[in-house]
């Protein structure tokens, strides 16, 4: 029996219009959430990303 393990993707341009970021392969949504966190604290000057902006980024990861 061969079991399909989902793959989570997101494109930062899909929340930040001109940012060029795109994360494939992360193996759940909890780690996409922590590499997105880095690339907010270093590409984006964010040391906290704000609740709606979560919500939007959750929105926008893909499930494949």
């Known amino acids: 029996m061969v079991s399909f393990v989902p ?3 997101y494109k930062c341009a899909d929340v930040v219009p001109d940012c060029s970021l ?4 992360a193996s759940s949504e ?9 690339h907010a604290k270093i590409c984006h000057k964010l040391d906290k990303v ?5 919500e939007k ?6 499930k494949r």
């Open 50 to 54: 704000p609740p709606a902006t979560v």
């Open 7 to 9: 793959k989570y993707e």
């Open 30 to 38: 909890e780690e996409m959430m922590s590499m997105l966190q880095v």
């Open 22 to 25: 795109e994360i494939k392969g």
């Open 57 to 62: 980024i959750k929105k926008a990861i893909k």
